[in-house]
């Protein structure tokens, strides 16, 4: 196979993998999403950005293969469960307590007004915070890492190992950018009552999943 079929590989592979670790519909995607329906593109692809900041870190775990920092997680995933359920229960009660959205600011022709992007910081943070305390995203990314290397052995270089950390990271920005793009598009056809029912929606799911994961490290303290 020839070196730069090599180069191509990694980098298509890289962003596969970031792509992956972005995609599943969970908390992080629905607060991305609602945020866009709400304040715009810019606050929706900012939050997502933290969940991919969050994917990076995995990366650079997983493709470097810092091994202190993989025990040290592994050894603190009851209470880093616990903080990911705290997070999820408060922001999922405060997004249904909190429904009715912010004025949506149109354009003559229906598109959003750019100025409305709420705040940009806390959808960041929040997305960040949930991503960089689940262990599953921390083994998901060691897993699909350990597998890519059958295919192309990224560790020949320091280099190679970054070029395939950072087109994880592209990947899931990527990812983020998209689902931004295809949700800002299609805010213009959603009321404003539209739009509460489905936060409220939202935020009841992203509590009730943060009380399932609550339940889960209680049941794994006591019986586990």
């Excluded at 596969?16 to 709400?38: D, E, F, H, M, Q």
């Excluded at 280099?159 to 793009?181: E, I, K, N, P, R």
Aim: aromatic letters at 12%; glycine letters at 12%; proline letters at 4%.
């Amino acid at each position: 196979m020839n070196e730069g079929l090599d180069w191509l590989l990694l980098i298509g592979g890289g962003m596969v993998v970031g792509v992956i670790a972005a995609a599943p519909i969970g908390p992080a995607n629905i607060i991305c999403i609602r945020r866009t329906l709400s304040y715009g593109q810019l606050n929706g692809f900012l939050a997502g950005l933290g969940a991919a900041i969050g994917d990076g870190v995995f990366a650079v775990i997983a493709g470097f293969g810092v091994k202190w920092v993989f025990d040290a997680i592994q050894d603190m995933g009851a209470p880093l469960q616990l903080a990911s359920a705290a997070i999820l229960m408060f922001y999922g009660a405060r997004v249904f307590v909190n429904a009715s959205p912010p004025e949506i600011l149109r354009n003559p022709d229906g598109s959003m007004q750019t100025g409305s992007v709420g705040n940009l910081a806390g959808g960041f943070a929040a997305t960040f915070a949930l991503t960089i305390t689940n262990p599953a995203t921390m083994v998901g990314f060691a897993t699909m890492f350990g597998a890519f290397r059958e295919v192309v052995d990224y560790h020949v270089s320091p280099f190679a190992t970054t070029v395939m950390v950072l087109s994880a990271f592209a990947g899931s920005v990527l990812w983020w950018f998209v689902v931004t793009a295809i949700t800002s598009y299609w805010h213009q056809t959603i009321e404003t009552q539209t739009l509460k029912r489905m936060n409220q929606a939202s935020g009841a799911f992203i509590f009730l999943t943060g009380a399932t994961l609550l339940g889960y490290s209680v049941w794994q303290r006591l019986f586990g």
